[in-house]
């Protein structure tokens, strides 16, 4: 068996290849992908932002998808639920060592040896293809019943990162006023997370109008436009939530910048939760007596744990019916326009683009 896949092989150049499908190992599974995601980490693998890659590499590690196989021995999923061929999953893509400090002592992700990317020419378990072969060891979660494939798939990574994020950084609590950077699929995790945690004020700061009605609709009680001059957006944030400034802001923008913007724009005895600046390697200044006189606590997240898409997949699916998260995906694409797709997510068009390899 064969099938397509997105395949990038060398920095900013994609091509779409035609690759051979292996059947699952003992312990694995062999998925239709229905959906996979654009991430906005995909934009900065492709552009090199994010550092150098094992080239080839098939792109995608958001997807929901439809069992074709499954290896010996599998009966479940990794909750333990039955699971049958033609069952939809979804899946954590980080391949763990599971034989390491950080994976038997820590407790934590990336472990030492994790495996991100497989070599395109091997089976693989990137989602902008029509198959993802899911090795031994990956965990995949059986979709409710009820799920929409499109409201699991709307938040993609985005939504396991930020249960992450205030997992290891602290929860939101009932009448805290939280400010987010950017309303990318992140922000948008990051509004709806707090507006259901009972947040008094949810602000959301981003450029793209369209991405900003999205942050109403989850949620946000106020936006505020990144075309305006940062010392303008401070002051219409502090209008909204007091003197003594928000008690928690996350950066979800994943632009440099963001970060000094982000410690002038936290309260007193506030939290700074970074999680968006993954893919931007670089520096920024900021002012440490500014970290003192706040007693502000700066913590950042990424890599969300297995439990952490179990989560978001079963948040996702109890709040399909009351907010319009199947709405969030505005773009769709074929494997072989996964540029557009990756030039549609850069750009802000797109709220959250997806691959759909039925569409020729």
């Given at each position: 068996?064969?099938g ?8 900013n150049r994609?091509e779409?290849w ?6 699952p190992?003992?312990g ?5 992908v ?5 991430c906005?980490?995909d934009?900065?693998?492709?552009s090199?932002e994010?550092?150098d890659m094992?080239?080839?590499i ?7 998808g ?6 010996g021995?599998?009966?479940?999923d ?5 699971v ?9 893509p ?6 390491c ?13 994790t495996?991100?990317?497989?070599d ?10 029509d198959?993802a072969?899911?090795p031994?060891?990956?965990p ?7 799920a929409?494939?499109?409201?699991v ?9 930020v249960?992450r ?16 950077q ?5 922000g ?7 507006a ?7 602000i ?6 369209v ?5 109403r609709k ?10 305006d001059?940062p010392?303008?957006r401070?002051?219409q944030i502090?209008?909204?939530v007091?003197k ?8 979800a923008?994943?632009a440099l910048?963001?970060?000094p ?10 939290r ?5 600046l ?14 003192t006189?706040?007693?502000l606590?700066?913590?950042?997240a990424s890599?969300?744990?297995p ?8 948040f996702?699916?109890r709040?399909q ?40």
């Amino acid at each position: 068996m064969r099938g397509r896949a997105a395949v990038m092989v060398e920095t900013n150049r994609l091509e779409t290849w035609d690759v051979a499908i292996a059947d699952p190992e003992p312990g694995g599974a062999l998925v239709r992908v229905v959906l996979g995601g654009v991430c906005g980490s995909d934009v900065h693998i492709l552009s090199g932002e994010a550092g150098d890659m094992p080239f080839p590499i098939i792109l995608g590690h958001e997807g929901v998808g439809r069992v074709e196989r499954l290896g010996g021995g599998v009966a479940t999923d990794y909750a333990g639920t039955p699971v049958a061929e033609g069952d939809l999953v979804y899946w954590s893509p980080i391949a763990l060592c599971r034989r390491c400090y950080s994976c038997t002592v820590l407790e934590e992700t990336p472990c030492e040896n994790t495996q991100f990317f497989e070599d395109a020419s091997k089976p693989n378990w990137g989602s902008y293809a029509d198959f993802a072969w899911l090795p031994n060891g990956m965990p995949f979660y059986r979709l409710p019943d009820h799920a929409q494939p499109e409201a699991v798939a709307a938040l993609g990574c985005a939504l396991p990162t930020v249960l992450r994020g205030f997992d290891r950084c602290g929860p939101v609590k009932v009448g805290d006023s939280v400010v987010v950077q950017g309303a990318g699929p992140v922000g948008l995790s990051a509004i709806l997370v707090a507006a259901q945690a009972g947040a008094r004020d949810v602000i959301v700061i981003d450029a793209s109008p369209v991405r900003l009605d999205a942050a109403r609709k989850l949620g946000a009680t106020a936006t505020v436009s990144l075309a305006d001059p940062p010392e303008e957006r401070r002051r219409q944030i502090y209008d909204h939530v007091g003197k003594a400034g928000p008690d928690i802001v996350v950066e979800a923008a994943g632009a440099l910048p963001a970060f000094p913007e982000g410690v002038d724009l936290s309260g007193i005895h506030s939290r700074y939760i970074i999680l968006g600046l993954w893919g931007a390697i670089g520096t920024q200044p900021i002012s440490p007596r500014d970290l003192t006189l706040k007693n502000l606590t700066i913590a950042g997240a990424s890599f969300p744990k297995p439990k952490h898409y179990y989560q978001a997949m079963h948040f996702a699916a109890r709040l399909q019916d009351e907010v319009p998260l199947a709405e969030l995906v505005t773009h769709r694409f074929s494997i072989a326009d996964a540029q557009q797709a990756l030039d549609a997510t850069r750009n802000g068009t797109a709220v959250k683009a997806i691959i759909d390899p039925q569409l020729s």
